[in-house]
C-alpha cells in the first residue's frame, strides 16, 4: 500500500473537513508488550496515522522525553527486526491506518538501504522519516523507498528559506512534516499565528498535505494547529505519560490511550469549533 | 541544514580573505605562541632506535593543538556576528581552548561535557569555570563525549540566530571536517619547513594518536603529496580489542552515520552506536574524521592500536626521558614508537604529533603508575 494508505487516508479526512490526529510513541517503549498494547489501541483513541519511532542510540534531535522513551526501549530489548515485527503484528488487524517510522539514518544504513524499504514494505509501513538525512545526502534512500512505494516524508522548519523550501519537498510524498519551533522535540510550544505563517510557505510550493509537530503539547494548541493544517502531530505529551505512569506505578498504555484520546479529540472538533 | 550551508558560505569566504589570513596568524603568533618547535628527541631516539622529532603542540596557550582550531573558528564566529559560543569537550582540551579563545573576545561561552568526563578531567573543568565558561553536564548515553555532541547539537538548533557551535575536531557536519583540518594544517605545514630545515630532508614517518582525529589530520595532510612519507595513526584500543572496550573506529568499526559525517564507526549489528572505551578522555568518540577513513581506504596512511596500558607506559617513558609529560592522547602515539622504527630503520627520521601535555591526566594515571 504505501504512499497510496497515506494519500487514501488525507482524502478521507478532507472529505469530511477533519484534521488528522497523528500520534507518536517510540516502538518497544517501554517494553514490547505495552508498546503493543498502545499501538493496537491508538485507531481506537483516534489516532488517523501513527508514527512509529524508530529508537536509536543518539536521538540528536529530540528532547528528553523521547531520548528517555529510546532509551527505555533500546534497554527492554528494541530493535530493527523487533520494530518491523511490530508494524506487521499492527497490520494484521488494521489494513487502513498509515504507519510512518521516524528515525535516524544509522540503523536503516547498518540494515541495507533497499532491504530495509523492502522489509519496511513488507511489514506494511508506508512511509519513512529519517531526521538526519538532508536532501542533498537522500537520494540512495528516496530511490530505495521509491522501489518499495513507501513515501518519504522530509522536515521544514522556521529555519527554511523560500529557496531551500523548494529543496526540501523535492521528491516527498505521503504529507510534509512542518517542524513548529526552533529546536528539538517537546520544546516549548510555537505561537499559532506564526505557525499559521509558516504553513502557506509550505503550501506555495507543494501541494501535499502539511503536518505540524515538535511543541505540540496541549489539546488547546493540537486544535488550534487542526484549524492552520492537514495534520496534527502530538509525541512528547504521550511519551511523557509513559514516564509518569512508569514513576507512579500505573499502567503506561492506559495513561497514554487516555491522552491520545482528549487530544484526538480536540483535533478532531477544532475545525467544527472554529 | 541551512546552519550549516551559512556556516560554509561564510567559511569559504574567510578563507580567502587576507585580512582574515593575517589576523589569525598574529594571534597564533602573539597569542599562542606559533610555530610551535621541533625538537630532537636524543634519549626517545636511542631507546627506540630511529631519529624522532616531537612537533612541540603541548606548548601552545592552553596546553594542547586544540587552540590552533579555536583560535581560526572564534574569528569566524565574530565575523559572522554571533555572540554566544558552545562546544563540546571530551578531555577537556577543546574545552579550556574554546573558553580561553571566548573570554579573549568577550564572548558567552556555554561547554557541554559528559559527567563520566567531568570527574576524571576535574583540573580542565576548573580552568574552563575560572575562565568564565559554563560548563554543563551531560548525563544522557555514556555521557562522554559524543553524548556532549548530541547536546550541543541540540542546543545549536534551538538558539540559531546568536549562536555559533565550535567543534574541537574532525568530525560533525561538513564544513566541519574540513575547516578544523584546514585551522590545524598549521601543524604540518610548520613541520614540513622545519624538518627540511633541521634533517635536509622529508620524513619517513609521521606519526599521531587518533580519535576524531584533528591533530592526526592537521599533521598529515601538507605531506599527504609527498608519497615516500608513511603516515601512521594511533587508535586507543583501551582494554584491548578483544575486549570490545575500546575507541577504535577504523580497527574494529565499520561504515555509518553519526552527527552528520558518514565514517567508520562503533556500532553494534543493529546500527546502535556502541559507547568507545579509553582512557584517554579525548579519545573516547565511536567515530572517527572522514578524511582518516578515505586515507586508510585508499592505502595512504596506515592506523595501529595502543591499550590504556601501552599509553600509560609510554606516558611515564616519555616523562622520564624527555622530561616532557605527554597528554594520554599523545602517549598512544608515543606508544607505537618501536613499531613504526622497525619499519623505518635507524636512521629513518620519524616526527610525532606531540598533541597535548599531561598535567590534566595526573589523577587519571596515578594508580596505574603506583609502585613503578
Known amino acids: 500500500m504505501g504512499v497510496s494508505r497515506i494519500e487514501a487516508r488525507f482524502a478521507d479526512l478532507e472529505r469530511k473537513d477533519l484534521a488528522a490526529f497523528v500520534p507518536y510513541v517510540v516502538a518497544g517503549d517501554p517494553d514490547p508488550e505495552t508498546s503493543w498494547r498502545i499501538l493496537e489501541a491508538l485507531p481506537g483513541a483516534g489516532a488517523d496515522l501513527i508514527e512509529l519511532g524508530l529508537p536509536f542510540s543518539d536521538p540528536m534531535a529530540d528532547g528528553p522525553s523521547v531520548q528517555h522513551g529510546a532509551a527505555r526501549a533500546l534497554a527492554a530489548g528494541a530493535d530493527t527486526a523487533g520494530v518491523l515485527a511490530l508494524a506487521r503484528r499492527f497490520r494484521d488487524v488494521d489494513a487502513a491506518t498509515p504507519i510512518i517510522l521516524m528515525g535516524y539514518y544509522n540503523p536503516v544504513l547498518s540494515f541495507g538501504l533497499d532491504a530495509f524499504a523492502g522489509a519496511a514494505a513488507a511489514a506494511g509501513i508506508d512511509g519513512l522519516i529519517m531526521v538526519d538525512v538532508p536532501p542533498e545526502e537522500a537520494d540512495p534512500l528516496a530511490d530505495a523507498l521509491e522501489t518499495h512505494n513507501l513515501a518519504l516524508i522530509r522536515l521544514a522548519t522556521p529555519t527554511t528559506d523560500e529557496a531551500r523550501m523548494a529543496i526540501v519537498a523535492r521528491r516527498v510524498r505521503g504529507f510534509v512534516y512542518f517542524v513548529s519551533v526552533t529546536g528539538v522535540t517537546g520544546s516549548k510550544e510555537a505561537d499559532a499565528d506564526a505557525i499559521a505563517a509558516q504553513v502557506r510557505r509550505v503550501r506555495e510550493v507543494s501541494r501535499l498535505p502539511v503536518a505540524v509537530g515538535f511543541g505540540v503539547r496541549t489539546s488547546e494548541r493540537a486544535a488550534e494547529v487542526a484549524r492552520i493544517a492537514d495534520a496534527t502531530v502530538v509525541g512528547s505529551a504521550l511519551v511523557d505519560e509513559i514516564s509518569t505512569a512508569l514513576a507512579l506505578n500505573r499502567d503506561p498504555a492506559a495513561k497514554v490511550l487516555d491522552r491520545a484520546a482528549a487530544m484526538a479529540q480536540a483535533v478532531h472538533s477544532a475545525r467544527a469549533r472554529g | ?372
Not at chain 2, 541544514?1 to 582574515?20: G, N
Not at chain 2, 553524548?147 to 538558539?159: F, I, Q
Not at chain 2, 566541519?176 to 610548520?190: A, L, S
Open chain 2, 1 to 372: 541544514m541551512p546552519l550549516v550551508l551559512a556556516l560554509e558560505q561564510a567559511y569559504t569566504e574567510a578563507k580567502a580573505d587576507t585580512a582574515f589570513q593575517a589576523e589569525l596568524g598574529g594571534y597564533l603568533a602573539t597569542y599562542v605562541g606559533r610555530p610551535s618547535p621541533l625538537y630532537f628527541a636524543s634519549r626517545l631516539s636511542k631507546r627506540h632506535g630511529a631519529r624522532i622529532w616531537l612537533k612541540r603542540e603541548e606548548l601552545n596557550h592552553t596546553g594542547s593543538h586544540k587552540i590552533n582550531n579555536c583560535m581560526g573558528q572564534i574569528l569566524l564566529a565574530r565575523r559572522m556576528g554571533k555572540t554566544r559560543i558552545i562546544a563540546e569537550t571530551g578531555a577537556g582540551q577543546h574545552g579550556v581552548a574554546a573558553a580561553t579563545a571566548c573570554t579573549l573576545f568577550g564572548l558567552a561561552c556555554v561547554v557541554y561535557m559528559g559527567a563520566v568526563d567531568i570527574e576524571r578531567q576535574a583540573p580542565n573543568v576548573q580552568r574552563m569555570r575560572l575562565l568564565g565558561a559554563e560548563v554543563r553536564p551531560v548525563e544522557s548515553g555514556s555521557a562522554t563525549l559524543k553524548d556532549a555532541m548530541n547536546e550541543a547539537l541540540r542546543d545549536w538548533v534551538a538558539n540559531v540566530s546568536d549562536t555559533y557551535y565550535l567543534i574541537g575536531s574532525a568530525a560533525g557536519p561538513h564544513p566541519y571536517p574540513m575547516m578544523v583540518r584546514d585551522f590545524q594544517t598549521v601543524i604540518g605545514r610548520e613541520a614540513r619547513v622545519q624538518i627540511l630545515e633541521a634533517e635536509g630532508r622529508l620524513p619517513d614517518a609521521l606519526v599521531a594518536c587518533v580519535g576524531g582525529g584533528s591533530n592526526a589530520i592537521g599533521l598529515f595532510h601538507p605531506f599527504l603529496a609527498d608519497e615516500t612519507v608513511r603516515l601512521y595513526g594511533v587508535e586507543a584500543s583501551g582494554e584491548g580489542m578483544e575486549s570490545g572496550r575500546h575507541a577504535a573506529a577504523l580497527n574494529g568499526g565499520r561504515p555509518g552515520v553519526l552527527h552528520g559525517a558518514h565514517s567508520y564507526l562503533l556500532q553494534d549489528l543493529d546500527g546502535q552506536v556502541l559507547e568507545a572505551h579509553s582512557i584517554s578522555a579525548g579519545l573516547d568518540y565511536p567515530g572517527i574524521g572522514p578524511e582518516h577513513a578515505f586515507l586508510r581506504d585508499a592505502g595512504r596512511a596506515r592506523y595501529l592500536t595502543a591499550t590504556d596500558e601501552e599509553a600509560v607506559d609510554a606516558f611515564a617513558l616519555c616523562t622520564r626521558l624527555e622530561g616532557i609529560l605527554p597528554a594520554l592522547e599523545s602517549a598512544h602515539a608515543l606508544a607505537k614508537l618501536d613499531e613504526v622504527a622497525a619499519e623505518t630503520g635507524r636512521d629513518g627520521v620519524i616526527v610525532l604529533g606531540l598533541s597535548g601535555r599531561g598535567d590534566k591526566d595526573l589523577t587519571a594515571i596515578a594508580p596505574r603508575l603506583e609502585g613503578r
